[in-house]
């Protein structure tokens, strides 16, 4: 039995998609917004559950999955000790800091964030001490209400920056969508994940060439 | 911080409660049995050592160790591992002792920074360490001695992967000649990161059959054949003396008959600039944690200025006694009620049976708490209540009660 970990949101549709073309038959009742969050399909040898993004590697790490579907920002941030296996190559998107366009290094630097680890590093690598705030959501409030005067959050289109006003002014990663495996569960496991590695990556390739 | 209550310890640090402590108990007695049967003898250091001299000889990270101030303004630190205290002790105490020395231990490490549930920030290892042989019998020993341990804590479903520092070093560096790549290139997969290596690749604009032998080379696999296939892609001498080593080894496994837990990973490095040689790492079905880790660190004896060659392995009794199905059931005890008249008599009976080898509980019978709210069904009770000695199994309990 092999179990994976499926991120709530952004990613789940896309990464359902990935993982039928690969060859799961999972059921369509399986939904992001169905209030069930387990599925196991016995003949297939696989089961299924929804977690909060942040939280697929901490689920992983433990075990408790195989393996997990994850953006790779949140792979920054949680630095979990997990087999990244493959870029799925879903989900596209930047991890940047954001401010007002006539953005000018204040006296003392205040960065608003979902990501309090990535931000402390990236500005630490880039020489600048900054006071680092962390927010669980609606990041772009943060400059308009005056908490900070820059970010540090997901930006994919950057409509949202647009609409509050903001602009990018750095990129700090790019981001994709990663296949991780537990340490134990790839060695003990070893068949079922490489099989599993193997249809992903022939789909993702297709999919590129297409 | 709130203010701190009562129950509380410091992150990481955790009680052991008496089904947990005997459990610990005998899976260590267990696997000590074995470390003496293959003639490894048991050896103490202090819980604090110099940051100068075992800290930085340790494998692990500066970050990772508890550290405090002795009254000179020394920096101390908690042992963060075990095999670093020895080496000192190697180079100090045991420098006239004839080689090879085999030595071993059953401590508690500690390690900062790990702030949550799982991570332990004090854990107990048990491990060898065979100091001055550099063939490929002693890597054979320590890894057939592990297994042996594995096998004494009761797990059937294991693991061990092998990987070569060396061979995967000379692999990638017959092919990318950039040192900080190579280097680049094995810290991505230190981390895990095969995104990353593989990233790393396409930068470097390294060929398709590059990719495709780097991938045969990384692929995990049971059996000797995955020797053979790199052999072919090689010319490089430092990987083909790895290959010669690890066949030599894994033909000295097969006479100790535990081919078949073994695999090969060349993606291992363990910690990085601390392996010389071969690396290997055992897992188990039910356990998404490493239970053991070890290889040779021939290197690591020259910081205490006596180099030697050496090899051996911890195994983290933390995550062997999660990984076990070894109940740690309570043993078979008497319990002898008197009543207190008759607690002379109650002594003698408990001396004489404990004597035999019986665990005994004295229990005065008008006490406030009852015997029967703890008695266990493999329990034996004996009464003295002036009616003669009478003797009861607990599921005569009611009866019992109706005599008293």
């Excluded at chain 1, 016995?42 to 901490?58: H, I, N, Q, R, Y």
Aim: proline letters at 5%.
């Amino acid at each position: 039995m092999l179990t994976i970990a499926m991120p709530k949101g952004r990613i789940f549709e896309e990464a359902l998609c990935l993982l039928r073309q690969a060859g799961l038959a999972i059921p369509e009742e399986f939904a992001e917004h169905s209030r069930k969050l387990t599925l196991t399909l016995p003949e297939a040898g696989l089961s299924f559950f929804l977690a909060k993004p942040m939280d697929v590697p901490t689920y992983v790490e433990y075990g408790v999955a195989d393996i997990g579907i994850v953006g790779k920002d949140v792979l920054l941030e949680e630095e979990r000790d997990v087999y990244e296996l493959l870029d799925l190559q879903i989900s596209p998107c930047r991890l940047s800091v954001a401010g007002k366009p006539d953005w000018k290094p204040p006296l003392y630097p205040r960065v608003a964030t979902k990501y309090p680890q990535v931000a402390t590093r990236y500005f630490k690598e880039q020489g600048q001490q900054v006071e680092v705030i962390h927010l669980n959501g609606s990041i772009e409030l943060a400059p308009i209400v005056g908490l900070a005067d820059r970010i540090v959050d997901i930006v994919s289109t950057g409509r949202t920056l647009k609409e509050n006003g903001l602009v990018e002014l750095e990129v700090i990663a790019t981001v994709t969508s990663r296949l991780i495996a537990n340490r134990g569960s790839y060695r003990m496991k070893t068949q079922m994940i490489t099989f599993l590695c193997e249809q992903l990556t022939s789909v993702i390739q297709e999919g590129v060439s297409v | 911080m709130s203010k701190l209550r009562g129950f509380e310890k410091p992150t990481g640090f955790h009680d052991m409660p008496p089904e947990l402590a005997r459990k610990k108990r005998i899976l260590e007695e267990r696997v000590r049995n074995q470390f003496e049967r293959w003639g490894y003898e048991e050896v103490l250091t202090p819980t604090l050592e110099f940051y100068d001299t075992v800290g930085k000889a340790s494998a692990i990270l500066k970050e990772k160790m508890f550290k405090c101030m002795d009254q000179q303004g020394n920096t101390l630190i908690l042992r963060p591992d075990q095999t670093a205290p020895i080496a000192r002790m190697v180079a100090s105490v045991l420098k006239k002792k004839p080689l090879p020395l085999r030595l071993s231990y059953h401590s508690n490490v500690f390690r900062a920074q790990e702030n949550e549930a799982g991570r332990h920030a004090e854990f107990y290892q048990s491990g060898v360490e065979l100091i001055g042989l550099p063939n490929t019998e002693a890597d054979a020993e320590v890894i057939a001695l592990a297994i042996e341990a594995l096998q004494a804590c009761y797990l059937e479903s294991f693991q061990l992967a092998i990987g070569h520092v060396t061979l995967l070093d000379g692999f990638i560096r017959e092919r990318i000649k950039d040192d900080s790549a190579v280097l680049r290139l094995k810290e991505y997969l230190g981390q895990r990161n095969m995104v990353g290596f593989h990233q790393e690749l396409d930068l470097l604009g390294v060929s398709e059959r590059t990719k495709k032998e780097l991938a045969i080379l990384l692929r995990i696999s049971p059996g000797k054949e995955q020797l053979l296939h790199i052999r072919k892609l090689t010319h490089s001498p430092q990987v083909q003396q790895a290959i010669e080593q690890l066949e030599e080894i894994w033909n000295h496994l097969d006479g100790y008959g535990v081919t078949s837990s073994i695999v090969f990973d060349f993606s291992l490095i363990g910690q990085i600039h601390y392996y010389t040689g071969m690396y290997f790492e055992g897992y188990s079905t039910n356990l998404g944690f490493p239970l053991l880790s070890g290889g040779r660190y021939d290197q690591l004896l020259s910081c205490f200025d006596r180099p030697l060659p050496a090899t051996g392995f911890a195994l983290d009794i933390n995550r062997v006694m999660e990984a076990s199905p070894f109940t740690g059931d309570s043993p078979k005890r008497f319990i002898i009620g008197y009543k207190p008249l008759y607690h002379r008599q109650a002594i003698k009976k408990a001396i004489s049976l404990r004597k035999e080898g019986n665990v005994v509980i004295l229990h005065r019978l008008d006490d406030a708490f009852s015997y029967k709210e703890w008695v266990t069904e493999q329990d034996r009770v004996i009464l003295l209540t002036g009616e003669g000695e009478e003797r009861y199994d607990v599921n005569d309990c009611d009866a019992e009660r109706k005599n008293l």
